[in-house]
């Protein structure tokens, strides 16, 4: 079973909008969290990564939140914009292991003018 | 560099030939990571290479895919009889040292195979 869990699986928005998306996971002992965007072609880049005591982080028009209790964090999108269709990768990372990053399916976000 | 670089960039191989995808970390790197993304799929680990250290292969799906790290510098993935099944997106991931649990990864532009 996948210990990181996204949803929703895509989303479709309009510009301008903003979006919120889920990540649940499993993974024990919880080390940090990482959102990453992955444009169509290219290789993940990171957004934001939080620790076990951050329960929110922004980069730009990105904010992300964490909740190491419920094992909850959501990725907020401000004000999309068509430049903001990707996917979106929430990693997670154990304390345990260093390279065996839990890595969740994405979201597919498609933002339309 | 400035960033991992891979190539190629595409791969289309037929059915049972062997394919090697090759990756430049960034210079001072000491950890390499290899990932597979398979379509609609997230992000699955195959191997991480630190320094001078054995390399971890526990992600390997099996022996006909090996890896190697030269100098401490460019890895290659090497798939032997290529199936069907190996197609999929090969990213390539350095962090500054083993701890990307803490410094976070930079990864490569990924190499896509379609097996043929």
């Known amino acids: 079973k996948n210990q990181v869990e996204q949803s929703p699986q895509s989303l479709i928005i309009l510009e301008g909008k903003n979006c919120t998306l889920q990540?649940?996971?499993?993974?024990?002992?919880?080390?940090?969290l990482r959102w990453y965007k992955q444009d169509t072609g290219r290789g993940p880049v990171s957004l934001t990564i939080m620790t076990f005591s951050e329960n929110t982080k922004s980069n730009g028009r990105y904010t992300a939140t964490l909740d190491a209790d419920t094992k909850q964090s959501s990725l907020h999108i401000t004000a999309s914009q068509l430049s903001d269709s990707a996917s979106y990768i929430c990693v997670v990372s154990s304390t345990d292991s260093w390279g065996k990053l839990q890595f969740g399916a994405g979201t597919q976000v498609v933002v339309t003018p | 560099g400035a960033g991992v670089s891979q190539s190629p960039s595409n791969k289309v191989t037929e059915k049972g030939k062997d394919v090697e995808l090759r990756c430049d970390p960034i210079s001072g790197h000491t950890a390499l990571y290899w990932y597979r993304q398979s379509l609609g799929q997230g992000l699955e680990f195959l191997i991480y290479?630190?320094?001078?250290?054995?390399?971890?292969k526990s992600g390997l799906p099996s022996d006909r895919f090996s890896a190697e790290r030269t100098g401490g510098s460019v890895s290659t993935l090497t798939i032997q009889r290529t199936q069907q099944e190996d197609s999929a997106v090969y990213l390539c991931?350095?962090?500054?040292?083993?701890?990307?649990?803490?410094?976070?990864?930079?990864f490569g532009s990924g190499t896509r195979l379609t097996v043929v």
């Open positions: 290479f630190q320094g001078n250290s054995a390399p971890d």
């Open positions: 990540c649940n996971y499993t993974v024990s002992p919880f080390s940090n």
């Open positions: 991931a350095s962090s500054p040292r083993g701890g990307a649990v803490v410094y976070g990864y930079t």
